[in-house]
């Protein structure tokens, strides 16, 4: 039986986590054919015999240098200072997936000492996402990364959006040919529409944006919606702001604005979407595909959202309404807020795209080409 190794920072098998990350999904499409062994940096107990955790296979004093700056000028980090564990199993591994940033001591070590079987899986292109927020110091830290790894054996780089690949292409020539696109998937049976009883029942228009809060292209987008969008709709709408870590300017402006709302961490933030009627994301420097976006597609919601988002899709899905002007995104948001009727064919023309083009079994099937050529 083919053996493979996944290395990610997600947590592992919790739901808010596993619906979208994809070496979740890789290790579930295929792990009938595959024997896995899993290192992630957040493990659920019992969630299977086979994963392990990241975090206990990194002593402190390897995981403190975690900067590729430093590992770039000299050798990686020593061999020893890693899980007997996660060496034999990469050692014995047909291949090795790597679902991480770059600049990590744990990349560098298993790029240098088993590339020609790994890949690398960066999902977002940071520099990308440096530039376009123009923090130019990440940005150069980012860059240096990409450096390091671009010059070590591997079997290549996969992003999930045709922009951070070819961001990537075009600064490293050399790895054009093994460089990678594969969109993301998403989980249709557990995101998915609301009835239409629980749809009618509702009162007024509820708009939504959702994910991790503290995440500054997330967190930016939220000042954005507080101080150009809310102030041109009316009353009997709600705007929820739902995940994680919610920055104070955002606490602080529920408690002044009766109409926002804040969920906090949810376990299961479909349930979020199907409450909802609208996704409201505009996010103007991120990098990769918007989850959220993927979430609330399936889950047959309209999305209001900018260019640098839809961009990042193969085939922009019909539910979607861009804008990158203030006025313009507030005019979508306007003009959905009284048609329900027009929410609910956006909302069912989205999800149809979604059933036929983001299965996450296509997305693991491909992943696995290119790791086993």
């Known amino acids: 039986?083919?053996?493979?190794?996944?290395?990610?920072?997600?947590?592992?098998?919790?739901?808010?986590?596993?619906?979208?990350?994809?070496?979740?999904?890789?290790?579930?499409?295929?792990?009938?054919?595959?024997?896995?062994?899993?290192?992630?940096?957040?493990?659920?107990?019992?969630?299977?015999?086979?994963?392990?955790?990241?975090?206990?296979?990194?002593?402190?004093?390897?995981?403190?240098?975690?900067?590729?700056?430093?590992?770039?000028?000299?050798?990686?980090?020593?061999?020893?200072?890693?899980?007997?564990?996660?060496?034999r199993a990469c050692e014995e591994a047909d291949f090795i997936l790597v679902f991480f940033r770059g600049g990590t001591s744990l990349t560098d070590l298993v790029l240098r000492n088993w590339g020609r079987k790994s890949l690398l899986h960066l999902t977002d292109n940071f520099l990308l996402l440096y530039v376009r927020s123009g923090q130019f110091r990440h940005a150069f830290k980012a860059l240096l990364e990409q450096v390091h790894c671009s010059r070590l054996p591997s079997r290549g780089m996969v992003f999930v959006a045709e922009t951070d690949r070819s961001w990537f292409a075009k600064l490293f020539p050399w790895r054009r040919k093994d460089t990678h696109a594969i969109p993301l998937g998403v989980d249709t049976k557990l995101f998915h529409p609301a009835s239409d009883d629980e749809i009618a029942s509702r009162p007024g228009c509820c708009f939504l944006f959702a994910g991790d809060l503290s995440y500054e292209p997330n967190a930016h987008a939220c000042r954005y919606i507080i101080d150009h969008i809310l102030p041109g709709l009316p009353e009997n709408i709600t705007m929820v702001?739902?995940?994680r870590r919610p920055p104070d300017f955002v606490t602080r402006a529920a408690e002044i604005d009766s109409r926002i709302r804040v969920t906090g961490f949810v376990q299961d933030l479909s349930a979020v979407y199907r409450n909802c009627d609208v996704m409201l994301a505009p996010i103007f420097h991120g990098a990769g595909m918007q989850n959220k976006l993927l979430e609330a597609t399936a889950s047959g919601l309209p999305c209001i959202t900018t260019p640098v988002c839809a961009k990042a899709f193969p085939t922009v899905p019909p539910n979607f309404l861009v804008a990158g002007q203030p006025a313009t995104l507030l005019a979508h948001a306007l003009a959905l807020c009284n048609a329900p009727e027009q929410r609910s064919l956006l909302g069912k023309e989205g999800r149809s795209h979604i059933m036929k083009e983001y299965s996450w079994k296509a997305r693991a099937e491909a992943l696995l080409r290119i790791a086993l050529p």
């Open 1 to 87: 039986m083919t053996k493979g190794v996944i290395i990610t920072g997600s947590r592992w098998g919790l739901l808010s986590d596993a619906a979208t990350f994809p070496s979740w999904h890789f290790h579930e499409a295929l792990r009938e054919r595959v024997e896995f062994q899993v290192w992630a940096e957040e493990v659920e107990e019992g969630t299977h015999p086979h994963v392990h955790s990241l975090r206990s296979s990194i002593p402190k004093d390897v995981s403190k240098r975690s900067n590729l700056i430093r590992l770039s000028l000299g050798a990686s980090a020593p061999t020893k200072s890693f899980s007997p564990v996660l060496l």
């Open 241 to 243: 702001f739902g995940g």
